[in-house]
């Protein structure tokens, strides 16, 4: 089956330090990869995704992920955070066999201080 | 941008009664909608896979009797949650696949449903 992992449930930084969030997935064939972001109360945002393309994945609000099918990994990334990037970030593949059904990792908050 | 709506944002309700939840998506036609359920401080849960004109999927655990799902047309899923108890308050999400081609999944903002 397939499963996404989140390492850390909980990530601070400072305003203007670099962001890394990580995600592990497990896929016995080649996955779709997504991250989405939430604020409180409300629906998920689409930040990018990786779809068999190229494994440097450029999103909105200057973050960015990286495939790495060696080490099974998605990474988010932010080179400077902004105090508006706190919120709960979600990596989520795409399930095997049923269309584009989503599961998702666990989560991770992001909280950014000044 | 693809936009999916939702219906109400907030409800609430009381023990035993049924409320009816609506996902809609504005500007394109979704084949598959999905529903999620999310509890606080948790991730999204999968409920139900319903493609437009047949009965949806529903996942493990999930009771079909409960939460009815309607996928009536290309533009518009329902999920009712029936005889609704206290333990069903949670925060409720759709989301939309335009097409048979696209991975991608268009969220709606949720809703909140609280029983009383």
């Known amino acids: 089956a397939q499963s996404v992992t989140q390492l850390g449930s909980h990530v601070s930084v400072s305003e203007g330090a670099l962001v890394l969030l990580r995600c592990n997935y497990s896929?016995?064939?080649?996955?779709?990869l997504f991250w989405y972001v939430q604020y409180p109360n409300q629906g998920l945002q689409l930040l990018l995704k990786y779809t068999s393309a190229a494994t440097l994945v450029k999103g909105i609000n200057g973050f960015e992920a990286e495939f790495k099918k060696s080490e099974t990994s998605f990474h988010l990334t932010k080179p400077s955070a902004h105090m508006s990037d706190a919120a709960e970030y979600f990596c989520?593949?795409?399930?095997?066999?049923?269309?584009?059904?989503?599961?998702f990792g666990k989560g991770t908050t992001l909280s950014v201080s000044s | 941008g693809a936009v999916v709506s939702q219906h109400p944002s907030r409800v609430i309700c009381k023990s035993g009664t049924s409320v009816k939840i609506e996902c809609r998506s504005l500007d394109f036609q979704a084949t598959t909608m999905f529903w999620y359920r999310q509890f606080p401080k948790q991730s999204l849960m999968l409920m139900a896979t319903?493609?437009?004109?047949?009965?949806?999927?529903?996942e493990q655990g999930v009771e079909k009797d409960k939460f009815l799902i309607n996928h009536a047309s290309l533009t518009l899923s329902t999920l009712t949650v029936t005889s609704a108890h206290p333990e069903d308050s949670s925060f409720y999400i759709c989301?939309?696949?335009?097409?048979?081609?696209?991975?991608?999944?268009?969220f709606g903002p949720g809703t909140r449903l609280t029983v009383t």
């Open positions: 896929s016995s064939v080649p996955p779709y």
């Open positions: 319903s493609n437009e004109g047949s009965k949806a999927t529903y």
């Open positions: 989301s939309a696949r335009e097409g048979t081609e696209s991975h991608e999944q268009y």
């Open positions: 989520a593949v795409t399930r095997r066999g049923a269309g584009t059904a989503l599961i």
